[in-house]
């Protein structure tokens, strides 16, 4: 039988472990500080939405994380149309 332990934490709970690295177009620090309430692991920004299980969350000591999208840039060039 073939199992995925790293898919499950106590009680048979999916949960999805946190990266080791930042994800793509995931904003990377400086974060938010409360009351936006991100915080930063692993060089990205990320915000705690819930307590275990996690479900598709991210689960990391205990509580569940979703990255925060990276914000975009404004632009820096002008329309030479205009």
Known sequence: MV????LTRDGGTIAVPMPPKRLE??????CLPPPGGQV???GGCWLVVATPPCGQFYE????????????PRPPTSVDPAR
């Open 60 to 71: 990391h000591a205990g509580k569940c994380y979703v990255p925060v999208r990276e914000t």
């Open 3 to 6: 199992t995925n332990d790293w």
């Open 40 to 42: 930063e692991f692993n």
């Open 25 to 30: 177009r995931q904003q990377a620090p400086p």
